[in-house]
């Protein structure tokens, strides 16, 4: 269960990353208090990971998800580039994730 709570969590840090893009400086009321509350989401579905997962993996596979899923979101939604080279390094951010899962 730890490991499902992570996931989301790191889901929900992409949610917060795009939000706060999105709010221009806290000047606007919805992506902001997207923010707010994916923050917290968040921050609480780490704590209760961390009970169970050594604090080094969880937060470096809670990192991954957030990072990949928000540049992903970037290329797909925002019209960021694209490029092989980001698409390789963003795989290569994937595989460590699945090494630190795999051999934690």
């Known amino acids: 269960m730890a490991w499902v709570v992570l996931v989301v969590s790191g889901v929900l840090e992409s949610v917060w990353a795009i939000a706060l893009g999105r709010s221009q ?11 707010g509350v994916a923050l917290v989401l968040s ?7 961390l ?8 937060y470096a596979v ?11 979101a970037g290329m ?3 019209g960021e580039s694209a490029s092989v080279l980001r698409i390789v390094s963003l795989l290569l ?3 460590g994730v699945i090494g630190l899962k795999v051999f934690h």
Do not use: H, Q
């Open 25 to 35: 400086g806290f000047t606007r009321l919805i992506p902001s208090v997207v923010f």
């Open 51 to 58: 009970k169970s997962i050594p604090v080094g993996t969880g």
């Open 93 to 95: 951010v994937v595989a």
């Open 62 to 72: 809670w990192v991954g998800i957030g990072a990949v899923g928000t540049a992903v």
């Open 76 to 78: 797909v939604f925002l």
């Open 43 to 49: 921050m609480v579905g780490l704590a209760y990971s």
